[in-house]
């Protein structure tokens, strides 16, 4: 059973940056998709972005929202994915969840019914 552990929220005013941590206990050599999604209170989970571990050149996606301001990385002998989040904005305020699911396809999707492993869930609170 593969674990996802998730740190690194927390709260900030606007403009703030966080950076948020995900750990699996599944090191990175079996290639995986990892993701970033979110929910807010009343709101569908979304997807923030991904990163598929088996790519050299961190194989990345970002939804429009999060583009240019979030940046999702990878430390392999950490077995850990980091999203580094800048010029935070009260409607990033949300619960984030990290989820991971094995993947040779070299292509992430934001498609939670792929995702098999979910962490529990860090708030990032935002205010203006």
């Known amino acids: 059973q593969v674990q996802v552990m998730e740190s690194g929220g927390g709260s900030v005013q606007t403009g703030g940056s966080l950076r948020l941590s995900c750990r699996v206990s599944d090191d990175f050599s079996t290639d995986k998709c990892v993701a970033w999604f979110r929910q807010a209170p009343g709101e569908e989970r979304e997807g923030v972005a991904n990163?598929?571990?088996?790519?050299?050149?961190?194989?990345?996606q970002y939804r429009d929202s999060a583009y240019g301001r979030f940046t999702i990385s990878q430390d392999r002998e950490k077995n850990t994915v980091y999203l580094q989040m800048d010029s935070l904005e009260p409607r990033d305020t949300a619960v984030y969840y990290c989820?991971?699911?094995?993947?040779?396809?070299?292509?992430?999707?934001?498609?939670?019914?792929?995702?098999?492993?979910w962490g529990q869930g860090t708030q990032v609170t935002v205010s203006s």
């Open positions: 989820a991971v699911h094995v993947s040779s396809d070299w292509f992430c999707s934001f498609d939670k019914t792929r995702y098999n492993y």
């Open positions: 990163l598929y571990t088996g790519s050299p050149y961190d194989r990345t």
